[in-house]
């Protein structure tokens, strides 16, 4: 079971992180992976890494906020690949202030990084899918779309609207072969959370906070994934699928 061999799988924001581990995991299932971020140099070296495990890995650079870059990119690639039958849409970013002095504009650069830019890539990569009548399509969604936090507005709005897209998108594409669903991850320690999982005041609340007692791992997610990336999960569309060490299922 969820043997990926013949497979290909674009992983947007790979080059460290959930994204990278995605990668390691869905190439160790024998998926054809390439990995996207945008410093050339950072995903050159997350490449190597990946070949030494024996995956077959491509680095494709591009901004997914540049949309025509982005677009162009992925058509470059097709000519080489051929196809796309998995769309980890995964690259995300945060800004954290207080709600009252929040500039507008870190609002509209979150939000449309994580969410304009991936409706516009998803859309163009889903028509590419519609048209061989196969696909998986799996975006990263956050528990902070099911509860709140403070200093994270513009997260939270992005995040949340993603949860909605999947819903949609599922009743969209049904007809179409491809499956479209959401990890929403609850606390794992990557670069996007350093200032968290650095201050000890945050690491105890974690602690206490968290069911299973720590923090979750990017390989954590990628397990989930490959479940939701394989052919298998073929009944399975429209969902969240909640990795958070049960954050969300407990006060
Ligand atoms: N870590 C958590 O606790 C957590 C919890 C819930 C949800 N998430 C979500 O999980 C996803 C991955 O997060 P992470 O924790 O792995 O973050 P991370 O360690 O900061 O990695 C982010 C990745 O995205 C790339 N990236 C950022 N902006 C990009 C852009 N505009 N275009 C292309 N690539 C871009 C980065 O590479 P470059 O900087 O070189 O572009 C990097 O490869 C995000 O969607 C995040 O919101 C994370």
Redesign the pocket.
Known sequence: MFDLSGQVALI?????????AAAQALGLQGATVVI????AV??DE?RQRLQHLGIHAIAL??????IDQ?INSVDEILKTVGKIDIFFS?????HREKLLSFPLSEFERVVF??LT?QWALGRHIASGMDARGYGRIIF?????ALLGRREITA?TAA?AAMHGLVKQWATELAGSGITVNAI??????????TK?WQDPAFNSWLENRVPLGKW?E?DD?ASALVFLAARESQFVTGQVLVVDGGLSSSM
């Open positions: 947007t924001g790979s080059s460290r992180g959930i994204g990278l996207n971020g945008r410093s950072l995903l997350a650079p591009f901004d997914i906020t540049d982005a995964n690259a995300g970013i945060q990084a994580n830019a990263t969604g956050s528990i902070t997260y995040k929403a991850p609850g606390y794992i320690k990557t670069e996007l959370t968290l979750g990017p997610i």
